[in-house]
């Protein structure tokens, strides 16, 4: 059942499946019915839905907000806190940057499911800080997004926002900062922006900018990299793991073009990717596996005992499930590599940082047993489950239903994956935001470069501390901190998709 669901919450439906609890009275309120049917679904597929308390000491109808989505979001933030993870002392879903709020759970209007079918409405642009508080960067731009279209690049330093400057660009420790939440307003949920940029030259220009529909292309840069002695690098940055239709006319003309001009070595630069659909996750793992993985195991997903047990009446009503459907014995629910194009390396090297998650990590985990992987940059978000979208009304609801393990039963990395360490070999070091995407003096990428000329990663930073004024020179946690702070409106997950719903 490959996985992802649509199913459109009708009044009596949810009554339906409320009166099975007779403490549930119905109600004319559409918002009191949604709030049910979060409730109801999360006790349904909920990967740890046996964490979950009862309706009556949940009261889904007491959760309140600004509007209905916020009312919503706080509904499933609570959701979010009850299965503690055994290593922690924490929930599961327990978010540093903003502790009670939900780390993978969510509920939207639509909006995540359009992005990752390639089409946006922003500027087409992030922010991020460098070596600094005050060092206010371009992190990426999206090619004919409307920072595009302007000639905003990658590394170019914000001076000003909405006529703020200085002081008031600068960090302020959390997510709750003004200054941050000023940031994230102006770039994420705002229709107009003006700024001023600064470029390497360092020279200024002033752009104003309104948000613009574009498509994704999630192949930002690629480029081959002469390392002497016959190697030579393939280096490609993939922000998001849109549909499949989307994303692989990109790969295949990037691996193609590899493959052509006879790259030893790979350098995947995942840093920003929040990831998206998992058969495009596949079909990237495809791509880079060597031939002697194909036919071999890639990866399991494993669901709620309840839903292995065939316990699915909301679902069930939805959609024509067979029994035993949710099995990790059932052959949808694991997936074998099929080996895609002709590149055939034995090493790749994932640039990652703290915005690097699910999707990006499960096309990591994939590899690990088959190939020799290397990360660099920093630890990764950390989120080894994914979701399948289920419509209520005019929402969709996302909430962990699946783990995947990888062919050696590896997953659970829900402290993410630490370049450096035992697990995960390679170097940890800061994402240099001041270099263009593909020059080989930025740091992380600079890294790999040495590894293949010389077999090591070399053992110091070469990164530039340039401070001005009063400005605090982040560490490796501090920059990764700050990097989850301005990149929480960013999504984050893994989806299946193949609906199922009945005619």
Same mark, same amino acid.
């Given at each position: 059942m490959k996985k992802i669901f649509y199913p459109l919450i009708l009044a009596c439906v949810v009554i339906a499946s409320c009166s099975k609890d007779k403490k549930i009275t119905p109600s004319n309120s559409t918002l009191d019915l949604i709030k049910d049917?979060? =409730?109801?679904?999360?006790?349904?597929? +909920?990967?740890?839905?046996? !964490? &979950?308390?009862?309706? !009556?000491?949940?009261?889904?109808?007491?959760?309140?907000?600004? #509007?209905?989505?916020?009312?919503?979001?706080?509904?499933? !933030?609570?959701?979010? @806190? =009850?299965?503690?993870?055994? *290593?922690?002392?924490?929930?599961?879903?327990? =978010?540093?940057?903003?502790?009670?709020?939900?780390? =993978?759970?969510?509920?939207?209007?639509?909006?995540?499911?359009? *992005?990752?079918?390639? @089409?946006? $409405?922003?500027?087409?642009?992030?922010?991020?800080?460098?070596?600094?508080?005050?060092?206010?960067r371009v992190k990426y731009v999206y090619p004919g997004s409307p920072a595009d279209v302007k000639g905003i690049k990658r590394g170019y330093k914000i001076i000003t926002i909405n006529n703020r400057t200085g002081s008031g660009l600068t960090y302020d420790g959390n997510t709750s900062g003004a200054n941050v939440n000023f940031i994230v307003n102006a770039y994420a949920n705002s229709s107009n922006i003006t700024m001023t940029l600064q470029k390497p030259d360092n020279t200024t220009f002033d752009v104003t900018m309104a948000t613009g529909n574009y498509t994704v292309n999630p192949v930002l840069a690629t480029k081959v990299i002469d390392a002497g002695n016959d190697r030579k690098i393939g280096y490609i940055v993939f922000n998001s793991f849109t549909s499949l239709d989307n994303a692989k006319p990109k790969l295949d003309a990037a691996f193609s073009d590899f493959v052509t001009q006879g790259i030893t070595d790979l350098v995947v630069d995942l840093r920003y990717n929040g990831g998206g659909y998992v058969n495009t996750a596949e079909y990237l793992s495809d791509l880079i596996s060597p031939s002697s993985a194909n036919g071999s195991l890639m990866y399991t997903s494993y669901y709620n005992q309840d839903l292995q047990n065939d316990k699915h009446p909301l679902l069930s009503s939805q959609f024509n499930i067979t029994k035993g459907e949710f099995l990790p014995t059932n052959p949808e629910n694991f997936k074998n590599f099929n080996k895609a194009g002709s590149l055939n390396i034995s090493k790749v090297f994932f640039i990652v940082t703290n915005s690097t998650a699910s999707a990006s990590e499960l096309t990591i985990n994939n590899l690990i047993p088959k190939m020799d992987v290397k990360l660099i940059g920093g630890i990764s978000y950390g989120k080894p489950?994914?979701?399948?979208?289920?419509?209520?009304?005019?929402? %969709?609801?996302?909430?962990? %239903?699946?783990?995947?393990?990888?062919?050696?039963?590896?997953?659970? +990395?829900?402290?993410?994956?630490?370049?450096?360490?035992?697990? +995960?070999?390679?170097?940890? !070091?800061?994402?240099?935001?001041?270099? *263009?995407? $593909?020059?080989?003096?930025?740091? &992380? &990428?600079?890294?790999?470069?040495?590894?293949?000329?010389?077999?090591?990663?070399?053992?110091?930073?070469?990164?530039? @501390?340039?401070?001005?004024? #009063?400005?605090?020179?982040?560490?490796?946690? *501090?920059?990764?901190?700050?990097?989850?702070?301005?990149?929480?409106? @960013?999504?984050?997950?893994?989806?299946?998709?193949?609906?199922?719903?009945?005619?």
């Open positions: 049917s979060v =409730y109801l679904y999360a006790k349904e597929t +909920y990967y740890w839905n046996k !964490d &979950l308390p009862s309706y !009556d000491a949940f009261k889904p109808r007491s959760f309140t907000g600004a #509007n209905d989505i916020d009312a919503l979001s706080t509904e499933v !933030d609570a959701l979010s @806190q =009850y299965a503690i993870n055994p *290593e922690t002392g924490k929930p599961y879903e327990y =978010y540093t940057p903003s502790p009670g709020y939900a780390k =993978y759970s969510f509920i939207d209007d639509g909006s995540v499911s359009g *992005e990752l079918n390639g @089409q946006k $409405g922003d500027f087409g642009f992030a922010p991020a800080y460098g070596d600094t508080n005050d060092d206010l489950v994914g979701f399948f979208a289920i419509d209520i009304n005019k929402y %969709q609801l996302y909430v962990p %239903q699946f783990e995947t393990k990888n062919s050696a039963g590896n997953g659970g +990395y829900y402290a993410g994956m630490e370049p450096g360490s035992q697990k +995960y070999p390679g170097k940890k !070091d800061y994402d240099d935001v001041t270099k *263009e995407f $593909g020059d080989p003096t930025e740091i &992380l &990428l600079k890294y790999a470069i040495n590894y293949v000329k010389t077999g090591v990663f070399s053992t110091t930073s070469t990164r530039v @501390q340039s401070l001005s004024n #009063n400005a605090k020179v982040f560490s490796i946690d *501090e920059a990764n901190k700050a990097g989850l702070d301005m990149d929480r409106k @960013q999504f984050k997950g893994m989806i299946f998709n193949h609906p199922k719903a009945k005619k």
